[in-house]
């Protein structure tokens, strides 16, 4: 799939802050997806270990690695963006970035995201040396605080990974992904109640995986960190009060000393940074019912789109452009399968939020 076009595998959505809703679409939809329902699925949260990770955060955020990864973003210059960036196409050695990913009938898209950012960068950085996909399987078994089949957070995996580590997954790697991907394209959130009661944590290798034990499997990052502002969910899952904490994030840091406060622009030119030097990142947003029905072209949310939220989801952005009429757009794989939109991309000119933009450094 190397050297493949802008418009084959990725989906394309809108980056305005706020969304511009509106009641045109130049995408065409799918017969597949679910109506708007209620999916109050909770997870249990620690708050101790949820506070570990944003001790954690913090440390990266102040090491001298991050630091150097601010300065060289802000070096960089605005007029060496182009109009059009597909990671694809800058590295065509990494395979794992064009690789469209099926979640099936389990919530793993944090998980999946995570993983695919792992691969994608851990390729860019060794140069096409390391071209195996990290396992999403590990994250999603393993990782008690990164969430489980109802859903989850991205940075808390790619903190799982820096510090755990991850082992090589796909069909032929250490950990393979075990979850149904019949039910559907998408599949809907009510199956995910029985993919919950299978998910474990197996600390082996499947049989026909002979290159390394479990554990001599690992691949480590040295820090993870957001780019977007966000919090994190500090208190208990059943706790009565609800304790919520800033995470340190670059375009934070940046906002920090711009007078005035960034503009949509910048904060937009400073995402492209970060794609274009270092590689993809997850970017999370609310899911209206339209966009499960998604199938080809760029995706516009109707007018009132925020009454029609099914679910919170997170994909791997890769990429930029602008539509016919001038309008931004970015370039994201989903993980729904090749049979889900552009064969598993998303081109929107409308993304109601983005969020996260988690991604990791070696």
Not at 120 to 139: M, V, Y
């Amino acid at each position: 799939m190397e050297g493949m076009s802008s418009t084959s595998l990725t989906s394309k959505v809108k980056s305005d802050f706020p969304c511009r809703t509106t009641s045109s679409c130049s995408a065409k939809f799918n017969k597949f997806g679910v109506k708007n329902r209620s999916y109050g699925f909770k997870y249990t949260r620690n708050s101790t270990a949820v506070r570990e990770v944003m001790e954690q955060l913090q440390t990266f955020f102040d090491s001298d690695a991050m630091k150097r990864h601010i300065q060289e973003l802000a070096d960089y210059p605005e007029s060496s963006l182009p109009t059009h960036f597909d990671a694809r196409l800058k590295w065509p050695h990494c395979p794992s970035i064009s690789r469209i990913p099926n979640q099936g009938g389990c919530g793993s898209c944090y998980a999946v995201a995570a993983a695919g950012v792992a691969s994608d960068r851990a390729c860019i950085h060794s140069n096409g040396t390391f071209r195996a996909s990290l396992s999403e399987e590990d994250i999603l078994g393993c990782c008690e605080v990164c969430g489980n089949c109802y859903g989850g957070d991205p940075l808390k995996a790619l903190v799982y990974w820096v510090n755990q580590g991850v082992v090589t997954g796909g069909r032929d790697g250490c950990r393979p992904y075990s979850f149904d991907i019949s039910c559907g394209v998408p599949c809907s959130p009510q199956t995910f109640f029985e993919a919950e009661k299978s998910r474990t944590c197996i600390k082996r290798c499947q049989n026909i995986y002979y290159q390394n034990r479990y554990d001599d499997d690992k691949h480590f990052a040295s820090l993870a960190y957001s780019l977007y502002p966000r919090s994190m969910t500090i208190t208990d899952s059943d706790a009565k009060d609800v304790e919520r904490a800033k995470v340190p994030t670059i375009i934070g840091h940046f906002n920090s000393t711009a007078n005035p406060p960034l503009s949509l622009e910048q904060i937009r030119t400073i995402l492209k940074k970060e794609i274009s030097l270092y590689g993809p990142t997850t970017m999370a947003f609310p899911v209206p019912e339209e966009f499960l029905h998604y199938s080809t072209g760029v995706f516009r949310p109707a007018e009132g789109f925020q009454s029609r939220i099914v679910y919170w989801h997170v994909v791997r952005l890769i990429g930029w452009g602008q539509d016919d009429d001038g309008s931004h757009y970015w370039l994201a794989v989903n993980s729904f399968g090749e049979h889900w939109g552009d064969s598993g991309e998303k081109r929107s000119t409308c993304c109601p939020r983005i969020l996260c933009g988690d991604a990791i450094l070696w």
